[in-house]
């Protein structure tokens, strides 16, 4: 079959290395063999850079990339071709990053690592924190860093001073917390083979649970849009749910 590509811009992150799109100017057909939706929108590789890629955020031109064991910034100002600006070892194999100011938070297998990337070529670690589990995914919000911390469950850590971040609060999800969205005063946690759990943050000191969905198979990573939740499950595909009174949860779409 043929398929055309359509313009788009933008980039992927799949597992194993960072992947760049990028379509302009015509369309062009590529033999395929692949079939799907009449309406699908096909991406045009590019380039790729890295190995061992397990997360990446970007900031204007500048991409984040978790490389193994490594925090890795590259100029994606020309997809085609992107720049390595620089490479920091970290303890630990980067599962996840975000970036807030100057300021990228990286959840490696060691703990929560804050490094300073006020100049890209030179980023230098500002400050850690040794989470008890091993830390799989982060969300900052204001002053306060929620972490996923594997058999840790949930984490909050103070990270007002960078170079000293506390621990203020944590809850056991009494399984494998894989990722965490937090939206106003709920934290979402993807919380492997026992679902989805809603967490009431308004204090962080003593965070309580508030409801729990089980989806089919392993609760990969989860994030929320006003009252729906839009739930990555490794074995039971694509779970979108609405969030009712009570924390009572409606299933929209399995896909």
């Known amino acids: 079959m043929s398929v055309h590509f359509r313009p788009l811009k933008g980039l992927l ?21 692949a079939t799907g939706p009449a309406n699908m929108v096909a991406l045009q590789f590019v380039g790729s850079v890295g190995g061992g890629v397990l997360a990446v955020a970007l900031s204007g031109s500048v991409a984040f990339i978790g490389e193994g064991g490594a925090l890795t910034v590259l100029d ?10 620089a490479r920091l070892p970290l303890p630990d194999s980067v599962q996840d990053v975000q970036v807030v100011g100057s300021l990228v938070y990286v ?11 006020s100049t890209p070529a030179n980023p230098t670690l500002a400050g850690r924190f040794d989470t008890p589990g ?14 996923a911390d594997r058999f840790g469950g949930l984490q909050i850590v103070d990270v007002s001073k960078p170079a000293t971040p506390v621990s203020i609060g944590n ?7 894989r990722s965490v969205h937090v939206v106003g005063t709920r934290a979402y946690v993807a919380n492997a083979w026992a679902g989805l759990q809603i967490i009431e943050v ?23 849009e006003g009252d729906l939740l839009y739930v990555a499950d ?16 409606l299933p929209l779409l399995r896909r």
């Open 134 to 147: 091993n830390a799989q995914g982060v969300d900052v919000v204001g002053d306060l860093a929620y972490v």
């Open 107 to 117: 959840a490696d297998w060691d703990g929560l690592q804050i490094i300073d990337v």
């Open 202 to 224: 308004s204090d962080p000191a003593t965070p309580i649970l508030r409801g729990a969905f089980n989806t089919p198979g392993y609760t990969y990573s989860v994030q929320a």
């Open 76 to 85: 994606v100002s020309d997809p085609v071709s992107p720049v390595r600006l």
């Open 234 to 249: 490794a074995y039971g595909e694509l779970q979108i749910l609405r969030v009712l009174e009570h924390n009572l949860f």
């Open 171 to 177: 809850f056991d999800t009494t399984a494998n917390a």
């Open 13 to 33: 992150g799949l597992f194993g290395t960072l992947w760049l799109a990028l379509t302009a100017g015509p369309a062009r057909p590529v033999s395929s063999t």
